[in-house]
């Protein structure tokens, strides 16, 4: 592993220092390519226009016929955070709107993920005109095709990659389609979504629909934009960051949805001091934890109720099925890291027991991930049409994308992949039980051929030394409220240190005391109790630490050399 210290451009800090940005800010700012205070202005009139997204306007003028004409509205949903809280938004706008509109989220243990033939024999027993995808849709080809069988139109709304076959739908949302000119295609789900009833908002308004009734305010939503965004792990471009930004200024005011709300609340956070670290770490495995252990209804309920009691004991039960999660997790990352000792670590590693359970392996994959810094996929026992299979789930490293890769192992291999779909750098695939020492052995040459010899060094980047006017409470504070995520990343600083003291804290951290030039720094070492030597260079986070009311500053140790 090396600790490395991003580059940045001098002439974009002083730009961003005379701009009056702070001067922490600016070298971190910089080192993100950010180069004019502009980009940092995160206003509403500042997004990029709905009409950039190709097929929009179809979107739009469907959903309108069907609101003005009374017809049957049913989203499907997908089982994670940002299907759940895209659902959310298109449940309170089309309702808003006036529309006859329901859900359905499929039970990922017994349908998988997607519009697949079988879920849509479910949905036409609700008798829907139209079915509306939400995070989802774009790979679904067959259940397309079923759904027109049945005489039932289909509005797709995803922003995953397509494959070779895009479905025949009525209309595409999705900016990663071909031909879609959308500058962000790093959108989330949730964020397609929000710009479809953005755009079906103004065809409403251009028919007069709002003549006579109020027209909504579409930007109570944000909250939930942001949440799904952060929690789906998107790269957080500009347009991004924007949302972002809205939903956390709704949620500090005390305007934000009842059930965002009283998720930070069931955790203990303070909506007033929302921070892009409580929308990824707080609020979003929470919600998760519904889709992967029992039924993401749960969680769509809570996103979609005006009542705050109901509200509050649906994200207590969010909580508890969070802590069981947790407890999960734990248990199959051990028996992991066991099978790990065994195992090759020079390429691709795949992972598989018939006690794991299908809703947390994503989870795994990702802490292996972190671990070995190689692709990894998981695996857990399922079943489908009646046989049994292995249902998996990918994370990859920066230099390999996991998608692409996967492309490559179904092309070389016809029939291996049940089906696969996902990102760059996170993936789901099928395959039967007893292809897996195959997918195996294909996985491991493909990530051989396709990792560069560069990427498989860890890197670890950082934001250089923290001066020690800087190490204060108030600097910590504003670094905890700008906005930070996937592809913008947290400060992170590296410097030399003394190690004065260290001691085991909870069984699992290590509580240190640091000294840099005659000053004593407290700091954890979170999950971690591999002893530091009595000299270290640390990469570290500036954290707020609160113990009996009092706040006082602590580095967060999460690398040394």
């Known amino acids: 592993m090396r600790i490395v210290q991003r580059p940045y451009a001098e002439a974009d800090r002083c730009a961003l220092v005379e701009a009056g940005v702070h001067p922490l800010l600016a070298r971190i700012y910089a080192a993100r390519r950010i180069r004019t205070s502009a980009e940092l202005k995160y206003e509403t009139a500042a997004l990029l226009p709905p009409f950039l997204l190709k097929g929009i306007d179809g979107a739009a003028r469907l959903l309108a016929d069907a609101i003005q004409s009374g017809k049957r509205l049913l989203i499907v949903a997908d089982y994670d955070a940002d299907g759940a809280t895209a659902c959310a938004v298109g449940i309170r706008a089309l309702r808003a709107f006036g529309a006859h509109v329901e859900y359905l989220v499929p039970d990922r243990f017994k349908l998988g993920y997607g519009l697949s033939p079988e879920l849509v024999e479910l949905a036409a027993q609700r008798r829907p005109d139209l079915l509306i995808t939400v995070d989802n849709g774009i790979a679904s080809v067959e259940g397309v095709a079923r759904a027109r069988e049945l005489g039932i139109a289909t509005l797709i709304t995803?922003?995953?990659?397509?494959?070779?076959?895009?479905?025949?739908?009525?209309?595409?949302?999705?900016?990663?389609?071909?031909?879609?000119?959308?500058?962000?295609?790093?959108?989330?789900g949730v964020g397609v979504m929000f710009y479809v009833v953005l755009a079906t908002r103004a065809e409403l308004r251009r028919?007069?629909?709002?003549?006579?009734?109020?027209?909504?305010?579409?930007?109570?939503?944000?909250?939930?934009?942001?949440?799904?965004?952060?929690?789906?792990?998107?790269?957080?471009?500009?347009?991004?960051?924007?949302?972002?930004?809205?939903?956390?200024?709704?949620?500090?005011?005390?305007?934000?949805?009842?059930?965002?709300?009283?998720?930070?609340?069931?955790?203990?956070?303070?909506?007033?001091?929302?921070?892009s670290f409580d929308l990824g770490f707080v609020a979003g495995p929470r919600l998760n934890a519904a889709g992967r252990l029992a039924d993401m209804s749960v969680g769509i309920e809570c996103l979609i109720t005006e009542d705050e009691a109901r509200a509050m004991n649906l994200a207590q039960q969010l909580d508890r099925l969070n802590v069981e999660r947790r407890a999960i997790e734990a248990s199959m990352l051990e028996q992991a890291l066991e099978h790990l000792k065994k195992v090759n670590l020079e390429s691709g590693l795949t992972f598989f027991d018939h006690g794991w359970h299908q809703g947390v392996v994503g989870i795994l994959a990702s802490r292996l991930k972190d671990r070995v810094h190689r692709p990894v996929v998981c695996f857990a026992p399922a079943e489908e049409g009646g046989r049994p299979v292995l249902r998996g789930s990918g994370r990859s490293i920066p230099g390999l994308h996991l998608r692409d890769c996967l492309d490559?192992?179904?092309?070389?291999?016809?029939?291996?992949?049940?089906?696969?779909?996902?990102?760059?750098?996170?993936?789901?695939?099928?395959?039967?039980?007893?292809d897996y020492q195959g997918f195996s052995r294909a996985f491991e040459t493909a990530v051989e051929e396709l990792l560069p010899a560069e990427a498989r060094l860890r890197t670890v980047e950082t934001d250089g030394a923290l001066e020690g006017a800087h190490c204060t409470l108030e600097v910590a504070r504003m670094l905890e409220g700008e906005i930070w995520g996937q592809g913008f990343p947290q400060p992170l600083f590296c410097d030399n240190f003394a190690v004065e003291s260290q001691r085991v804290v909870g069984e699992r951290h290590l509580k240190l005391r640091l000294v840099k030039d005659g000053r004593r720094y407290e700091a954890m070492r979170f999950g971690a109790l591999e002893p530091l030597p009595e000299k270290v260079r640390a990469a570290y986070r500036l954290a707020v630490s609160e113990f009996n009311g009092l706040r006082t500053i602590q580095l967060n140790v999460e690398h040394f050399e």
Do not use: W, Y
């Open 408 to 434: 490559l192992v179904a092309k070389r291999a016809p029939g291996l992949i049940g089906r696969f779909g996902g990102h760059a750098m996170a993936a789901g695939l099928t395959i039967l039980e007893t």
């Open 158 to 188: 995803d922003h995953h990659l397509p494959g070779p076959e895009v479905p025949a739908a009525a209309c595409i949302v999705n900016p990663n389609q071909p031909g879609c000119a959308f500058p962000s295609k790093a959108l989330a």
């Open 207 to 275: 028919r007069g629909f709002f003549a006579e009734k109020t027209e909504p305010n579409l930007g109570a939503l944000t909250d939930l934009v942001a949440l799904g965004t952060v929690a789906d792990v998107v790269p957080l471009d500009a347009n991004n960051r924007n949302l972002v930004s809205q939903g956390l200024r709704r949620l500090r005011a005390g305007r934000g949805q009842p059930g965002v709300m009283a998720l930070l609340r069931a955790a203990g956070r303070s909506p007033a001091a929302a921070t």
